[in-house]
């Protein structure tokens, strides 16, 4: 594999790592909050990040490089409210999205395109998991801190898809 490509891949695996520590402890506070339908669908969105990590491990070594198993940093542990939590992850998410673009950026330069092809699955993926974020920031905004509407808003936040079911649910 080439040595760019494998850099830069095991960068993103690094980021899908974060991605998935970053949302699990947000899940965990939201679960000590008290917020269970929210720390649901965060734990779940973990899971997913973690397969998406999978995804490049398996790719890299498939290819003949060496994908590398990376150290994560703790999490920020604590949140002001659930409009902290999604403006967070939606910051995080356009991150993880100028990262992508990258990759795509650099399997270009060096004519590597079956790295580019197998990258279009996470180009897709960050233009659903941002539409997500974004729409779940809307709904925030219009309940604002009145508490039925956040007691209907856990409730619901369930039955909202996290990213691109058909990639996610295997991790080749
Ligand atoms: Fe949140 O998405 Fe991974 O790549």
Redesign the pocket.
């Known amino acids: 594999m080439n040595k760019k490509i494998e850099k830069i891949l095991n960068k993103q695996i690094e980021a899908?790592a974060v991605?998935s520590h970053l949302y699990l402890a947000m899940a965990s506070w939201a679960e000590n909050s008290g917020i269970n339908g929210t720390a649901n669908f965060l734990y779940l969105h973990a899971d997913e990040?973690r397969v998406?990590m999978l995804k490049l491990i398996k790719f890299v070594n498939e290819r003949g490089g060496k994908a590398v198993i990376p150290a994560i940093p703790a999490p920020k542990q604590n949140f002001e409210s659930l409009t902290d939590v999604f403006s967070r992850l939606l910051e995080h998410?356009l991150m993880?999205t100028n990262m992508?673009n990258e990759v795509v950026f650099v399997c270009l330069q060096e004519k590597d395109y079956t790295t580019h092809n197998f990258m279009q699955w996470?180009v897709a993926?960050?233009l659903e998991?941002e539409a997500l974020a974004r729409n779940i920031l809307d709904k925030l905004k219009m309940i604002g801190s009145d508490k039925g509407g956040l007691y209907l808003f856990d409730r619901d936040i369930e039955s909202f898809q996290v990213?691109n079911k058909a990639g996610a649910a295997s991790p080749k």
Do not use: A, L, N, R
């Open positions: 899908e991605s990040e998406h998410e993880v992508i996470y993926e960050q998991e990213g």
